[in-house]
């Protein structure tokens, strides 16, 4: 066995890790979840310097003062959107592309949005090395949606929010299921939206901490 052969498995090994002692062991159930944190690979996401640190059950920063999010965040987001394969999925704040590449395997098609041009070029360079040609990226502010290609039946906005912004919840489709952690600029409450023919149902689904989601429906760039 060759050392690099031994490092795969190496990774393979703290990956499985993760399943197991950061997302089962937590509230994390639902079994494509599992399977495809199981497969993608987190170290494809980060820098060089942080390849040891690849499964920690934390954010890493991804440059541009940005962080990939907690294994853990990105598992219960996704579990709480409720993929069954076909859906049509808004992403905002494609970050690093993790997630995208999480939401890209479980859905039918992801349409991900990046305010930072270096990160979406980073990401959009990464997604496609990796083949996923399900993904439409788009440099921008993502408050506002993407309305070309609404409603969507999912939305994942991965930035904190002062507020669900309008725009998202009327691209959000009848039967659509939105995610979106909601707060002050430090700390915030992951909100699950489900819109119905007759309106809105909101729920709690627990405290997180994300960086803010700047833009138009958002915080202010200068704080
Ligand atoms: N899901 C990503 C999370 C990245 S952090 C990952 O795991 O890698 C949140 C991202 O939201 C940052 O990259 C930030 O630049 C981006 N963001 C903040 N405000 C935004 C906006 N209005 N539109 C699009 N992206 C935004």
Same mark, same amino acid.
């Given at each position: 066995m060759n050392n690099s052969n031994s490092e795969i498995r190496g990774v393979g090994r703290a990956r499985q890790r993760m399943i197991v *002692?950061? %997302?089962? +062991? =937590?509230?994390?159930?639902?079994?494509?979840?599992?399977?495809?944190?199981g497969e993608v690979r987190?170290?494809?996401?980060?820098? *060089?310097? %942080?390849? +040891? =640190?690849a499964y920690d059950d934390s954010p890493?920063?991804?440059?541009?003062?940005?962080?990939?999010?907690?294994?853990f965040m990105v598992a219960l987001m996704t579990q709480e959107l409720n993929l069954q394969g076909t859906e049509k999925v808004l992403?905002?704040?494609?970050?690093?592309g993790y997630q995208t590449a999480i939401l890209a395997e479980l859905a039918g098609k992801v349409f991900t949005i990046e305010r930072s041009y270096n990160l979406s070029q980073q990401a959009r360079k990464v997604l496609e090395k990796l083949g996923y040609?399900?993904?439409?990226?788009?440099?921008?502010?993502?408050t506002i949606g993407?309305?070309?290609?609404?409603?969507?039946?999912?939305?994942?906005?991965t930035a904190g929010s002062p507020d669900?912004?309008?725009?998202?919840?009327?691209?959000?489709?009848?039967?659509?299921?939105?995610?979106?952690p909601v707060g002050d600029r430090y700390r915030q409450d992951l909100m699950v939206i489900n819109r119905h023919e007759t309106g809105y149902e909101s729920r709690n689904?627990?405290?997180c901490v994300f960086v803010p989601l700047i833009g138009r429906e958002g915080w202010s760039a200068n704080g």
């Open positions: *002692e950061q %997302l089962e +062991s =937590r509230q994390i159930s639902d079994q494509r979840v599992l399977r495809v944190m987190r170290e494809s996401f980060i820098s *060089e310097a %942080l390849q +040891s =640190r890493l920063p991804i440059g541009d003062g940005q962080t990939i999010s907690q294994p992403e905002i704040g494609t970050g690093s040609s399900n993904v439409l990226l788009r440099y921008g502010d993502g993407w309305d070309e290609f609404a409603p969507y039946d999912r939305i994942i906005v669900v912004p309008d725009s998202l919840k009327r691209q959000l489709a009848d039967g659509g299921i939105m995610v979106v689904a627990g405290g």
